[in-house]
């Protein structure tokens, strides 16, 4: 009697457990994983590593633990959502290529928000592997960190509008997308002096075709583009005007030099660069930005960007740096 009874509450116990226990895992799984957020000071997103198969939908709970943030993947589509303290807000993200993904806080949390990173690694088979080009500045073997500053500059600002009335002077050669990305405007005006079709030219006029050319290799549309990821990431340092005097510029131009184990990685040194200087910007080739955006000023606080933009965004926001140095088609 007693045994039978025994046997029974086993056989129970077994399909209590045998159902209770992948019921458990299904109930974490479709609650999602937690990751709260930090300002980068006190931690950043928490945890800051994520793996999940290809295909396979990963439920994400978000929430604060300070002020509010917010969650965006690089290089995706996928919108930005809001991390509010004492909320909780689901996402749910399906990624469909293996690799890296690098999830981050568009919101300007603290100084050192740009810091606020983390990695979603999907894992799977390559199905069309990819053929990785490295960017051009790397192709170029161009030294990034080299001095350049412009041995001549304009009077003032160049204007494409005025440049226009002479493009018929311009031999095709400068004209090219490729041209364009591998040479800075100081290189384009001196070729374009020493072309003899352009002696008549003024050097003011020569400067004015070199703004023509930039902005016939520029679409209203990277403007836009580039406007806007410029306020979002870019201004907090380098200005909304480009003239780097962002509202973080002075806080994070004074390094704790005493005390250089207090400095973290990557802390700013030197002022973010400004863009409305021509003697350090007209030098510099659209390659050469490029490669300063994707790679970050190696300790100077300049972030870097390689995993956040898609190359048409990098290209966009190049794009709207040189509105600070040429007169261009006026954004809406
Ligand atoms: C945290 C502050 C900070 C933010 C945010 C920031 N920068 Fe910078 N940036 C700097 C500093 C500091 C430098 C100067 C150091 C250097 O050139 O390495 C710099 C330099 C640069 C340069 C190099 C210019 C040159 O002289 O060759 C480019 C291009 C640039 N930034 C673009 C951007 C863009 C575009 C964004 C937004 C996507 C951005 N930066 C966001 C701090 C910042
Ligand atoms: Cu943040």
Not at 87 to 92: A, L, N
Request: charged share 15%; aromatic share 10%; glycine share 8%.
């Amino acid at each position: 009697m007693r045994k039978e009874w025994i046997a029974r509450v086993i056989v129970i116990f077994l399909l209590a457990a045998a159902i209770g226990i992948p019921a458990v895992g299904w109930w974490k799984r479709s609650q999602g994983i937690v990751i709260h957020a930090r300002m980068a000071e006190t931690g950043g997103w928490t945890p800051e590593n994520l793996t999940v198969a290809v295909g396979q939908p990963l439920h994400l709970r978000l929430t604060s633990d300070d002020v509010t943030h917010s969650f965006a993947i690089g290089q995706s589509d996928q919108p930005a959502v809001e991390v509010k303290p004492g909320e909780m807000t689901e996402v749910t993200l399906t990624l469909d290529h293996p690799g890296k993904y690098t999830f981050y806080c568009t919101r300007w949390c603290s100084v050192n928000h740009w810091r606020m990173r983390g990695i979603i690694e999907v894992t799977g088979q390559q199905t069309t592997p990819e053929a990785v080009e490295p960017p051009l500045y790397i192709l170029l073997g161009l030294d990034i960190d080299g001095d350049h500053d412009a041995e001549v500059v304009p009077a003032q600002m160049p204007s494409a509008l005025r440049g226009a009335q002479f493009q018929n002077m311009v031999a095709a050669v400068y004209r090219s997308r490729e041209y364009y990305q591998t040479h800075s405007p100081v290189e384009l005006w001196q070729a374009l002096r020493s072309e003899p079709a352009s002696q008549p030219l003024a050097d003011q006029d020569v400067w004015d075709l070199v703004a023509w050319i930039w902005q016939s290799n520029i679409t209203p549309q990277e403007l836009s583009v580039g406007q806007q990821l410029y306020t979002a990431n870019c201004s907090a340092c380098h200005g909304e005007t480009g003239s780097g005097n962002g509202v973080f510029a002075d806080l994070l131009a004074q390094p704790d030099t005493e005390n250089h184990s207090v400095r973290q990685t990557g802390q700013m040194t030197i002022r973010p660069a400004d863009f409305t200087d021509p003697v350090h910007i007209l030098s510099a080739s659209p390659a050469h930005l490029q490669g300063k955006l994707l790679r970050g000023g190696m300790g100077t606080g300049m972030p870097y960007w390689g995993p956040i933009f898609t190359e048409d965004q990098t290209w966009a926001l190049i794009a709207y740096l040189w509105s600070f140095q040429f007169e261009m088609e006026k954004l809406p």
